[in-house]
């Protein structure tokens, strides 16, 4: 192998190792030691590159955090409570892209562009612009309420805003793009030709989704349940601007333990954890693709 190959190789694992794995093995060193008062709020272990040193700091290794991370009822709320408004929201962004993308993969070839660039045009405004704009739209007093209200579909406002149902409309409306694009390529890579043969062969139209296009579209709508759940696991700002003081995601309950409670050790073994709850799926799917490789095979 070329020198110029192995350097085009070395790149991304370059990356890795600076973006994740270096940035990982600091909070891992943090979550493993005590807490104290002081700058910075916990006791610094493996400050030196001496093997002699390294020996000698084993022995003050903390689990303490790890161990809170049990005994306290508001982690395991947290992570529950993230799991299933990410999953919830994962689930209707599957339900909103999948028409979409359809609608715009079975659309002619030369309207592709401009459908695809008109679904997402919104994203390219700031996030945080567009979430303070369903602040205005959610709120009691707001566009959606004041429709309703001047239509005669409702006497009172609805209390929309500063619940989870805020929480799952912000997050689905923040991370469609990331749902319909991997659908849309697997859609669009489909050999129409099959389904031809199976509506030639009596398949309904219905038949022909469900026997056809969906499970062919499986590795897109695998992808892009990932590229939404995970960064819903742990979003922060959406809850923090659009939920109320009962919606508790693990992303507030970290920013409070580092900045608030200034517990940099159990903040960083509840991030530990969190990546460990997030390889699962990483991995499953991994599998899943090995396995759909070799099939195909």
Sequence with gaps: MSLAARLVLALPYGWLILFFLAPFALVLKVSLSSSELGQPPYAPIFNSFDLADIRDKLGALSLDAYAGLVGDSLYLQSYVNSVLIAAAATMIALLVAYPLALAIARSEPNRRPLLLLLAI??????????????????????????????????????????????????????????????????????????????????????????????????????????????????????????????TLMIGATLWNDFFANRDWPAASAAAVALLALLVGPLVLYERLQIKAGEEQR
Excluded: C
């Design 121 to 246: 045009a919104p994203f390219w405004t700031s996030a945080l612009v567009r979430v303070y704009a369903w602040i205005m739209i959610l709120k009691d007093e707001g566009l959606i309420n004041h429709a309703l209200m001047g239509i005669g579909l409702i006497a009172e406002p609805l209390h929309i805003f500063a619940t989870n149902w805020a929480v799952l409309i912000g997050i689905v409306y923040s991370y469609l793009p990331f749902m319909l694009l991997p659908l849309y390529a697997a859609i669009e890579n489909q050999d129409r030709a099959l389904a031809e043969a199976a509506a030639d062969l009596g398949a309904s139209p219905t038949g022909v989704f469900w026997r056809i296009t969906f499970p062919l579209s499986l590795p897109g709508v695998l992808a892009g349940a990932l590229m939404v759940f995970i960064p819903a696991v742990g979003e922060f700002v959406i809850p923090d601007l659009l939920g109320g003081s009962d």
